[in-house]
């Protein structure tokens, strides 16, 4: 969906190294999601934000900070980077509020690779 | 959350009608079931929700029988490009508290 950003698409990078994922939306969603996808595998939930004062942890926050900056923003930060964190990292939004079947709308994905 | 439970894999021929079911037996009342489509190296994309019976739209149909424990998302006379993975999630759209799951999904493959 054009209406969701990610930057960069591509990303490569060391072990040890500092990274920032990013995602902007136009759609004025509420809610806003960070997935990891595996080769093969489904979406794991890394953090979501319901607003811009509410961060939680999904299933697999260790070693995964956020920062939502602005209704839309949200920036996925990975503080030391290690080699089993390369994978396909997905943002998306939602807004429950807008749309009764609260349906999540992707960004194009980010391929990380962690060397 | 109501955990769902689908095939990891399913394989089929074009023109045929693909159903895929999804269980998920602690469905709570308030719950609706909503499938993804997913393309290589695409985000998931919205296909079809329901609550009970039967809904459709122009992509695919969802049958929810009446005790709602399982579903299932019939896809009409598939072409190669519906090979993709498919994701039956749970979850009340309604509960500015929660969120829904993605779980591992079915991998459909459409062979000539």
């Known amino acids: 969906d054009a209406d969701v950003t990610q930057t960069p698409r591509n990303r490569i990078t060391k072990t040890g190294k500092r990274i920032m994922l990013e995602c902007s939306q136009t759609?004025?969603?509420?809610?806003m999601y960070w997935y990891r996808q595996d080769p093969g595998l489904g979406l794991q939930l890394i953090y979501y934000?319901?607003?811009?004062?509410?961060?939680n942890k999904g299933e697999i926050s260790d070693g995964y900070s956020v920062s939502r900056q602005a209704q839309a923003k949200f920036s996925l930060s990975l503080e030391s980077a290690i080699p089993n964190q390369t994978a396909l990292y997905f943002c998306?939004?939602?807004?429950?509020?807008?749309?009764?079947?609260?349906?999540?709308?992707f960004g194009p994905g980010t391929r990380l690779t962690v060397l | 959350l109501a955990k769902t439970t689908q095939p990891i894999s399913m394989d089929s021929y074009e023109g045929q009608e693909v159903n895929i079911t999804c269980s998920h037996n602690?469905?709570?009342?308030?719950?609706?079931i909503t499938w993804y489509q997913q393309f290589p190296s695409q985000g998931p994309r919205f296909i079809i929700q329901?609550?009970?019976t039967k809904v459709t739209n122009e992509v695919a149909s969802l049958f929810i029988p009446a005790d709602r424990k399982s579903s299932t998302l019939s896809l009409p006379r598939v072409s190669l490009s519906d090979t993709a993975v498919y994701y039956c999630?749970?979850?009340?759209?309604?509960?500015?508290?929660?969120?829904?799951?993605f779980g591992p999904g079915t991998r459909l493959s459409v062979l000539p």
């Open positions: 602690n469905i709570a009342t308030n719950d609706y």
């Open positions: 329901g609550y009970k």
């Open positions: 998306a939004t939602s807004d429950p509020g807008l749309d009764s079947t609260d349906t999540q709308y």
């Open positions: 934000s319901f607003d811009v004062k509410d961060i």
């Open positions: 999630l749970v979850g009340d759209p309604g509960n500015y508290g929660q969120n829904f799951v």
């Open positions: 759609k004025g969603h509420d809610r």
